[in-house]
């Protein structure tokens, strides 16, 4: 790649370009699309993309939300600098780029640390030294991938965190972690409410299974299993069903929690 051609920006027409054959981004929100859009439409383009030649046309290496941003306001040309780039150097430029966003996710940055290491052919430590990132954290961040893909969508879609997920992950069972994921879902459960659950469900199931054994009565299958919420006011365990409801002003709430924390 010569210094010349590493300088090449033009305005190249959006029928050329192809986006990138490998996405390290599962979901681009379409709201930010739009938002992106406006921003262009009223500010113009501040970065141009950058591509690089694939024969006769173009794929897109950085800059693909801004292309999409192009192709919702119906333009026909982008500004993009012109590189021609390996396999190698464009799975590590994209992946730098996408590591640094302020939106990505966990799910979306475990993908990118697979490609640096499948596709762009980096260590572990490599990544670490390069992203600036403990090479604890990226191997946490690769263990995403090997969980069931319930709990990937979830995170993904923001509907639990990672800790949580990895609570889930530990029943084994994709039945029963698919149980407990819509509870905590609904139920905004945390982490602690989480892991009381799965130390919940792994004691049932060692009791069926000292009960079979003994020739004792076990415990119905279809028994319907305890679920955990944590207290909004002491923030402990308690199962759904028992809490009692108090409508009240915020004022009186705040004097309420308030009163029972002296008490403590």
Excluded at 139 to 151: F, I, K, Q, Y
Aim: charged share 30%; proline share 3%; glycine share 6%.
């Amino acid at each position: 790649m010569s210094k010349t051609q590493s300088e090449v920006v033009k305005k190249i027409s959006m029928m050329l370009i192809d986006g990138p054959v490998i996405d390290q981004r599962l979901e681009i929100d379409q709201e930010e699309i739009v938002e992106l859009a406006e921003s262009i439409k009223e500010v113009g383009l501040q970065q141009p993309v950058l591509i690089t030649p694939r024969g006769k046309r173009f794929e897109i290496v950085w800059g693909h939300r801004r292309y999409l941003a192009h192709k919702y306001l119906g333009k026909v040309e982008i500004l993009a600098k012109i590189q021609t780039l390996t396999q190698n150097q464009i799975v590590i430029l994209r992946g730098t780029e996408n590591l640094f966003r302020k939106d990505i996710t966990p799910i979306e940055e475990a993908y990118i640390y697979h490609g640096l290491v499948k596709e762009g052919k980096l260590t572990i430590e490599q990544i670490a030294t390069k992203m600036r990132k403990s090479a604890g954290i990226i191997r946490r961040r690769l263990d995403l991938l090997r969980m069931p893909e319930v709990l990937q969508k979830a995170i993904q879609k923001r509907k639990i965190g990672y800790a949580v997920a990895e609570d889930l992950w530990s029943l084994g069972d994709v039945a029963s972690i698919e149980y407990y994921l819509q509870f905590a879902v609904e139920h905004g459960a945390t982490s602690a409410v989480v892991r009381q659950w799965v130390r919940d469900e792994k004691d049932q199931i060692r009791r069926k299974a000292s009960g079979a054994v003994g020739g004792r009565d076990t415990i119905a299958l279809n028994q319907e299993k305890p679920v955990y919420v944590a207290c909004d006011v002491c923030q402990k365990p308690m199962e759904i069903g028992d809490e009692t409801v108090l409508r009240c002003c915020k004022k009186c709430a705040k004097t309420i929690v308030e009163a029972m924390k002296k008490d403590e």
